[in-house]
T-cell receptor, first 110, second 114 residues
Framework: SQQGEEDPQALSIQEGENATMNCSYKTSINNLQWYRQNSGRGLVHLILIRSNEREKHSGRLRVTLDTSKKSSSLLITASRAADTASYFC??????????FGQGTRLTINP | DSGVTQTPKHLITATGQRVTLRCSPRSGDLSVYWYQQSLDQGLQFLIQYYNGEERAKGNILERFSAQQFPDLHSELNLSSLELGDSALYFC?????????????FGSGTRLTVV
């Protein structure tokens, strides 16, 4: 079963605009991670936010975590064509295994 | 190159057959995880090994088995294959004992059962 639910399932924006993806989960977590997957390729780790953190930045990425609402968001600023990919949130619970959501398919139009 | 090596990249086989997928984790990583990705099920966790021992089991069918060897490489064995087993199979590794670090994924093995 999936722990995280991403929203929206698909997002299409113009290059240069910001993209926001949301993730909701159901149980207590140690941390929440975001991954990117280009079509048919392996997943690439983007950023990790621990349960006691509320916001984290990495380059053009900004992640927030609200444990009271069991939700997280990923913001990609100043999007580029190369950002076109699927984005997954994943939650790490007690046993150090990641449970992934279904992903958001992001398309950046030139 | 992520540092996690998976072979083969592509595999086409017939129903009822058995295949072995291989994974070499990133240097220094002791944990290996196997995931199955299909269009209808998404990314499903199958099994985790840490330093040769099974640590966690997910949605792994009885027809599937895995092991991690002393040199830390891992193999996923899929037997009595069915059409529905067609999927991308990913291996990932992480430095166990240092919780809260991201996984490093390999590029996957695309299995097609015909």
């Amino acid at each position: 079963s999936q722990q995280g639910e991403e929203d929206p399932q698909a997002l299409s924006i113009q290059e240069g605009e910001n993209a926001t993806m949301n993730c909701s989960y159901k149980t207590s977590i140690n941390n929440l991670q975001w991954y990117r997957q280009n079509s048919g390729r392996g997943l690439v780790h983007l950023i990790l936010i621990r349960s006691n953190e509320r916001e984290k930045h990495s380059g053009r990425l900004r992640v927030t975590l609200d444990t009271s609402k069991k939700s997280s968001s990923l913001l990609i600023t100043a999007s580029r064509a190369a950002d076109t990919a699927s984005y997954f949130c994943a939650t790490e619970q007690g046993a150090q295994k990641l449970v992934f959501g279904q992903g958001t398919r992001l398309t950046i139009n030139p | 190159d992520s540092g996690v090596t998976q072979t083969p990249k592509h595999l086409i086989t017939a129903t009822g057959q058995r295949v072995t997928l291989r994974c070499s984790p990133r240097s220094g990583d002791l944990s290996v995880y196997w995931y199955q990705q299909s269009l209808d099920q998404g990314l499903q966790f199958l099994i985790q090994y840490y330093n040769g021992e099974e640590r966690a089991k997910g949605n792994i069918l009885e027809r599937f088995s895995a092991q991690q060897f002393p040199d830390l490489h891992s193999e996923l064995n899929l037997s009595s294959l069915e059409l529905g087993d067609s999927a991308l199979y990913f291996c990932a590794s992480s430095p166990r004992g240092r919780e809260g670090y991201g996984y490093t994924f390999g590029s996957g093995t695309r299995l097609t059962v015909v």
